[in-house]
């Protein structure tokens, strides 16, 4: 079990977290859900250690990251870009046939879609030897089609990876289809946690059930 006890977080006058804990179930997703603003980001940050807080937590994980943007060095190639969290050559052409870039690794950012440069932050992040990795909202900017293919890419990896992941969205379909566990955070506190039932993405439309449920959370008062 990972745990954050008795945080609290300020930006000058500005109160994010006080007196709150959080667990998270190791070798699960736990999605954080939640409208903008409600210190999604800031949780990642500070369980990556990149956000001082005052609190306790533990234990104390290394991190791997995917972020909203790809953040590839421009200036190396694919395979580059994968070295410089992992030495292994092997291992990066095996992870880069995983994510579906066999052929790539001379490539540029520059010349890489969307898509494509997502799957290379994706390779890094499992080519990292992280225990804990974190995802701040790594597919808002694609099309739906796309967002589940990548979705189940993830998801593929990670089922014989068995890391464990924290997932940051504002968006209740992708909580379906990533998580294990869902927890809607506001105003810095858990106001609803709940475990859907069944794989992510394959019992998407089981699942569906639940969306009304996790939408009357969020907009509660």
Do not use: W
Request: proline share 4%.
């Amino acid at each position: 079990m990972i745990e954050l006890k008795n945080i609290t977080k300020k930006y000058g006058g500005v109160t994010v977290y006080e007196n709150f804990d959080f667990a998270i179930e190791e070798g699960k997703i736990t999605c954080i859900l939640g409208e903008s603003g409600s210190g999604k980001t800031t949780l990642l940050n500070m369980l990556a250690g990149l956000t001082p807080y005052s609190g306790t937590s533990s234990p104390s994980l290394t991190c791997s990251y995917i972020f909203q943007q790809p953040r590839l060095v421009p200036s190396l190639t694919v395979f580059g870009n994968l070295s410089l969290v992992c030495k292994d050559r092997a291992a990066i052409r095996s992870m880069l046939a995983r994510v579906g870039l066999e052929g790539r690794e001379n490539s540029y950012p520059r010349r890489l879609s969307g898509g494509q440069a997502q799957r290379v932050a994706i390779a890094r992040a499992f080519l990292y030897p992280s225990r804990l990795m974190l995802l701040d909202e790594p597919f808002s900017s694609l099309d739906l089609a796309l967002k589940i293919k990548m979705a189940q890419l993830f998801l593929d990896i990670r089922r014989s990876d068995g890391r464990t992941a924290v997932f940051v969205t504002h968006d209740v379909d992708e909580a379906l289809m990533l998580a294990n566990d869902i927890a809607i955070l506001r105003g810095g506190r858990v106001v609803r946690r709940l475990s859907p039932e069944g794989e992510p993405v394959a019992d998407l439309f089981a699942r569906q059930a639940l969306r009304g449920e996790l939408i009357s959370a969020l907009v509660s008062e």
